[in-house]
């Protein structure tokens, strides 16, 4: 951020020091100070675009900080009425200053140094108390939990530098489309603080509901590929597909590619590989419901485990949703659907585990 003026060597415990004397000289130079910043020509003020730019940068040396910081330990008892009502706080705190700073920089004239400086001064301050905000919540409230909080403060974070990169790309001027969506995702950005999960059953049931999802729609998607035995259908247009066929001996036409189909050997695997997959999503379903009758907010690590573990389902059976496209590789179906069965066990064995 730019700095007004330099400041003066002197600390007041030094000047203390010397006694009532002492503290009225360190009081009058501070006044004297004062006066002369103000008076002072604003030429020493990096210019308005220059001042958001150096923001931006700032803002986003931030985000690794926050990915891989870790709590700050404390002998106080967490109050986690205390630690929503802050984090909100400062969420729509930023969420302010971004409106602020939008409608400050979308009207001619463009702001002046100073105000530049302002605003950006209240934007900065207002990101640091979410991110200091995000620093005491401690890890034994649930990783899961925290996860969802860091993400949110990234959101907020990150979404306040794409604002300022949008000003800079159209500055001084009515509110275009790119400045308003800006900063109406910083302001969306804050406004789901409100609703992450205020426990870590909570934070594993969303979890496991959005995997559910996720499953869900790979399964969909194989499905309907299975049925129309071609899984790229749609994709070649008429005139490729009626050069690119030819007739077999039956009068059948085909593609002249045989990468673009399945054989009747890849016919065949597939059969498993969808039971396998509607096997994933069925044990994910299971896994959610059990959460939510039996498990309780205490079992922080476990329902961790759970979730953790959880997680690997998805991207398993998109590994072997993707293995049975054409060209097929026996080899790598075989493969990934031995890791999907692993991982299926797994969580099965954890969600059942006693606490």
């Known amino acids: ?29 501070r006044r004297e ?30 985000l690794p900080r926050v990915r891989v910081g870790e709590a700050q330990e404390t002998a106080e008892e967490f109050n986690r009425e205390m630690f929503w009502r802050r984090l909100n706080e400062a969420a729509m705190k930023v969420s302010g200053e971004a409106t602020v700073l939008t409608t400050l920089f979308s009207k001619i004239p ?11 001064e209240q934007v900065h301050i207002a990101t ?14 649930g990783i899961t939990l925290r996860k969802l909080v860091r993400n949110a403060v990234l959101d907020i974070v990150d979404g306040t530098a794409q604002l300022l990169d949008a000003l800079l790309a159209a500055p001084s001027q009515s509110p275009e489309n790119g400045d308003l969506i800006s900063c109406n995702s910083v302001s969306v950005a804050c406004q789901q603080v409100a609703e992450i999960p205020k426990d870590n059953k909570a934070a594993a049931l969303l979890m496991l509901t959005k995997s559910v999802d996720l499953v869900k729609d790979a ?9 129309e035995c071609d899984p790229y259908c749609g994709l070649l247009d008429d005139s490729e597909d009626n050069s690119d066929s030819h007739h077999n001996e039956d009068g059948v036409g085909l593609p002249s590619n045989r990468d673009s189909y399945w ?14 997959v509607r096997a994933s999503r069925a044990s994910l379903k299971k896994i959610r419901i059990l959460v939510a009758e039996n498990g309780r907010k205490d079992q922080v690590a476990q329902l961790d485990d759970i979730v953790d573990i959880s997680d690997e389902i998805s991207p398993s059976v998109d590994d072997l949703v993707l293995s049975v496209y054409p060209p097929v590789c026996h080899l790598t179906v075989r493969i990934t659907s031995a890791k999907l069965v692993s991982v299926l066990i797994k969580a099965l064995e954890i969600t059942k585990k006693p606490a």
Request: charged share 20%.
């Open 110 to 120: 463009s702001p002046s140094p100073q105000e530049t400086q302002r605003i950006c």
């Open 33 to 62: 100070a004062a006066m002369a910043s103000s008076t002072t020509p604003v030429s020493f003020l990096a210019p308005p675009l220059e001042q958001l730019r150096h923001l931006a940068e700032e803002l986003r040396s931030l």
């Open 1 to 29: 951020m730019c700095v007004a003026g330099n400041e003066m060597s002197s600390s007041a415990p030094e000047v203390l020091g010397a006694g009532s004397n002492g503290l009225s000289v360190w009081v009058s130079s």
């Open 263 to 276: 054989s009747e050997e890849d016919q065949a695997l597939i059969t498993p590989c969808l039971a396998l």
């Open 219 to 227: 399964h969909e998607e194989m499905e309907q590929a299975v049925e």
């Open 128 to 141: 640091e108390e979410v991110i200091a905000a995000y620093y005491t919540f401690p890890k034994d409230q």
